[in-house]
């Protein structure tokens, strides 16, 4: 299938607001996970995340839109058009039927949604805003965008829990290769750090409980890991078919060479424990791409720092790199702000673009311990590689795998 081409950045996380801030945190190796301040979660089993305390400063959004918004819309928008920005796309000068907008996320806009319950039951309908309904469901940010630049072409949200973003990128590339839209908006936004998401999202059952050392709780592929720690935050890019970008003489940033998903389908909620299906995957993205693992220069892991799932991981990339693995960098940057969930994926590969431009690995933090030898893990600070192609998995519940490849120009 064609490659696709990434022609601007938008990223909005707990490490930074739009790229040069990201990535001057993220190849620092700073943490930015810490206790949660936004509500009391005191009494949650855990109650860390990486949260985003200054999203207004960087806000072109009107208050009287915020009023009708969650939050996870706010980050969508500001990323989109931080995108738009970095790729010199002005929207007014777009065909609006052949711009799309592909976002994944796992949980929706539970913000506005609680509020507006609570004043349900305290106040009954005369207190509930007439935007709860439209305001808090999955497929709203890609409403608002659409709303905010007038873009009317086809377009779709993703909702696959941890695997979301990645896959709506894998299915924008897919849709774009078939020239059925000039440019797409893809990625994926989540803004989990609300009370009843806390509440979810503890009910998971694989969340750190370490809330006496924030920063050091989130350990993937550490022998003493304790679960993962959620994080808020968006990440979209510009995406267009290379001749385009040619044409209208703009930078790539870098291509979507290759995509492969699959599931386990052995367990509504956790994985399978040998790996194949991910390997599986991880075939399918690589043959996608045209590409022999031996290509592959940087390796972006899941992470979920529970054993069934790391372990798993490890399984399905020893079955298709081999001894190679021992050369390959690999590391799980999300130990620094959290885990996105459903955003992750489209921040995990804007991180690989980054490496790929300053052929810089950023570290897995408090990886004291690998449970493995096999790989070759980047832990406590970045090292320097020369990397050309990039490999980035997402997986969700029930064992959804979800793989990309993405390469320099």
């Known amino acids: 299938m064609e490659k696709i081409a990434i022609t601007g950045i938008g990223v909005v996380t707990p490490s930074g607001i739009g790229k040069r801030q990201f990535w001057a945190n993220i190849k620092s190796g700073r943490s930015f996970i810490k206790e949660i301040t936004r509500f009391d979660a005191s009494l949650y089993p855990s109650h860390i995340a990486g949260q985003i305390d200054d999203l207004?400063?960087?806000?072109?959004?009107?208050e009287r839109l915020l009023k009708k918004i969650d939050a996870f819309s706010h980050m969508a928008l500001v990323a989109a058009e931080s995108a738009l920005q970095d790729a010199g796309i002005d929207i007014k000068n777009e065909d609006p039927n052949l711009?799309?907008?592909?976002?994944g996320n796992a949980i929706g806009g539970w913000l506005y949604a609680e509020t507006e319950l609570r004043d349900l039951y305290l106040e009954g309908r005369e207190g509930v805003s007439p935007y709860m309904a439209s305001a808090w469901f999955p497929a709203a940010p890609q409403g608002q965008v659409s709303i905010y630049y007038g873009i009317k072409g086809f377009s779709k949200t993703v909702v696959s829990d941890r695997a979301s973003s990645l896959m709506a990128l894998g299915y924008a590339r897919k849709v774009l290769a078939k020239n059925k839209l000039?440019?797409?908006?893809?990625?994926?936004?989540?803004?989990p750090v609300t009370p009843y998401a806390l509440l979810c999202c503890n009910t998971y059952g694989t969340l750190s409980k370490n809330n006496q050392d924030p920063q050091g709780a989130y350990r993937p592929f550490d022998s003493k890991r304790s679960g993962f720690v959620i994080g808020e935050g968006a990440g979209i890019v510009v995406m267009e078919n290379i001749a385009r970008v040619q044409s209208r003489n703009a930078k790539i940033l870098g291509l979507i060479s290759g995509y492969g998903t699959s599931c386990d389908g052995v367990d509504r909620i956790n994985c399978a424990a040998d790996g194949k299906e991910l390997a599986r995957a991880i075939r399918m993205a690589l043959n996608d791409a045209a590409a022999n693992p031996e290509e592959i220069g940087y390796i972006s892991l899941d992470g979920l720092a529970v054993e069934l799932w790391d372990n798993s991981e490890i399984k399905a990339l020893e079955s298709v790199f081999g001894n190679n693995l021992k050369k390959i960098p690999v590391s799980c940057p999300k130990s620094?702000?959290?885990?996105?969930?459903?955003?992750?994926g489209a921040v995990d590969m804007i991180i690989a673009l980054k490496v790929m431009e300053y052929g810089l690995v950023p570290p897995t933090l408090n990886l004291d311990q690998p449970v493995s030898s096999g790989l070759n893990f980047v832990a406590k600070e970045a090292k320097e590689y020369k990397v050309n192609?990039?490999?980035i998995i997402s997986r969700g519940r029930g064992g959804i795998n979800s793989v990309l490849v993405v390469e320099k120009v």
């Open 182 to 191: 000039n440019m797409i908006l893809g990625g994926g936004m989540e803004a």
């Open 99 to 103: 711009v799309g907008i592909f976002l």
């Open 336 to 344: 620094m702000f959290g885990n996105l969930l459903g955003a992750s």
């Open 56 to 62: 207004e400063k960087y806000s072109h959004i009107s």
């Open 389 to 391: 192609k990039s490999l």
